[in-house]
């Protein structure tokens, strides 16, 4: 039966090429993008499960209010790891991560700049998962002014040539704009995953900041993470970070603000420390300082939305193609019917032919995916593989999903097409019942409104991005060239900026810490006389960056 089945449905599909045509391109088209959205959708949800137990691992944030404005970051300060150890049962490991942007690398007589520079603590490799090739994971950040380089890195310093290559351990790389840290090779690293939600090309010892050795619980610059035993009690975790703040943050305030933390709080400010889930900070963060920008979940709760809805639209437009043939079919339908044929052995041949149509629209997505996994990388900044369609679990889902979509798109003009009766067929009088033609009518008018419903979407989208990119900011961002590093100009600042002047190419030159919108220095501050603390980003500039910038005044005059 199954074989006759296969046999009526394939001189169907040749017999009838050009709708054949229509109905597999549709559903190859829904079914490749409703798969591409899939396919970013599990990369995003796999961000940092390949740790070990991520479950029981959590960063500890910062948290306050300063005069009714709220900040929440996800920074904390660097005695925060070692009294999570000592203090807390529930704890097992906890380890600290530093952060550098646009860190220069320095090898013989050739200079280089990092875009990240991540600084760790002995344990960085028992802690997190990350692959190392090379040297000892217990000692290659021990101590000061050790430096583990990736595999990525390697080859653009020392032309490192693969496993079993070590001629880059031992090496010298000179770090700092001032040549401040001179940091010896001690391990090799694979490069970090793509779905971790932090990654580096080198990691220097902790030990190498100084800044860890101030021990102050109110600067917040490095990223604390902890593992748990299992089944811990979180909520004593919680309670315990409450006790860090009474005990030592409330000491700093009152040494800093001449302040009990009580008074501090009875003024309307506070400060604090939050959890959160390592698994969640990819796409459930929504905290500043982060150490690279995040995904949120309501993109892929909107992503997932846009696949289902193309899905749908694919399989109503395949079932109304298969109800305006029916009057091709209803002659075959009233024959089987007159000789004998059951209605429900009629629904499976049309069910197979369905199925048939999707296995071969599948097949084709599949291929279209791989023609088109490039460019779709470049268009969502992912580094998805194709090879990952060949996770068993992946292709149990393609199964599932072609089953379901098969069963769907075929549904309807299965039963709707053996509905005939076999004496109206044979008569001619074929008419479709009032409930039948409500459902049809129904599908166009939903296929058309979620067509509609995606185009508007796409349209405010649009509105959107280039609304952010025509924003007048408040400064001129245009024609800007930003030069890393000046600082190692020292006291030949100004000549340079001088004979950068001499040239008409140049209308004006400033030096600045940074450039918004980042943010180098946040501090309070209080005015004389008063009893409010105000929080304030603070950027360092020279006279002429009001010229170079372009920024108005609202009051007052700039430098003199």
Known sequence: MLTNYLKTAFRILLRQKAYSAINIFGLTIGLASSLLIILYILDDISYDRFHANPERIYRVGFKGRLQGNDFVAASSPAPLAEALKDQVPQVESAVRIGYWHTYPVRIEEKSFTEKYMILADSNFFEFFNFKLLQGNAKDVLRGPNNVVITEEAARKYFGYKGAGDTSPLGKILILGSRGEITA????????????????????????????????QWTSNNLYTYFRTYPNADMTAVKAKLDYFVEKYMGVEIEKYLG?????????????????????????????????????NIMYLYLFGAVSLFIIIIACINFMNLSTARSANRAKEVGVRKTIG????????????????????????ALVLIYLVLGQFNLLTGKQLHYAVLGNPSLMAG??????????????????????????????????????????????????FTISIGLIISTLVVYRQLKYVQEKDLGFDKENILNVLHTMNLGNNATVFKNELLKHPEFTAV???????????????????????????????????????????????????
């Open 184 to 215: 010896h090779v001690t391990g090799i690293a694979a490069d970090p995953p793509a779905n971790s939600h932090f990654h580096f090309n080198m990691l220097l010892s902790i030990d190498s900041w100084g800044y860890i050795k101030e021990g």
């Open 259 to 295: 302040m009990t933390l009580k008074q501090f709080r009875d003024q309307g400010s506070d400060v604090g420390f939050f959890l959160q889930r390592l698994l969640d900070i990819h796409l459930r963060s929504n905290v500043t300082e982060e150490l690279e920008p995040n995904s």
């Open 341 to 364: 044929a059951l209605r429900n052995r009629l629904v499976g041949q049309f069910l197979m032919e369905s199925y048939i149509y999707t296995f071969i629209s599948v097949v084709l």
């Open 398 to 447: 393609i199964f599932a999903f072609t089953l379901l979509v098969g069963l769907i798109a075929g549904s309807y003009p299965a039963f709707y097409l053996t509905s005939f009766r076999p004496v109206d067929v044979l008569k001619g009088r074929i008419r479709a019942g009032m409930k039948s033609s409500g459902i049809r009518n129904f599908m166009v008018i939903a296929q």
């Open 510 to 560: 400033s030096y600045s810490n940074r450039l918004p919108p980042n943010i180098d220095w946040t501090t309070v501050y209080r005015l004389k006389g008063t009893e409010r603390d105000h929080l304030m980003n603070i950027y360092t500039v020279d006279y002429d960056h009001l010229k170079t910038l372009g920024y108005t005044m609202a009051k007052g005059r700039f430098f003199s």
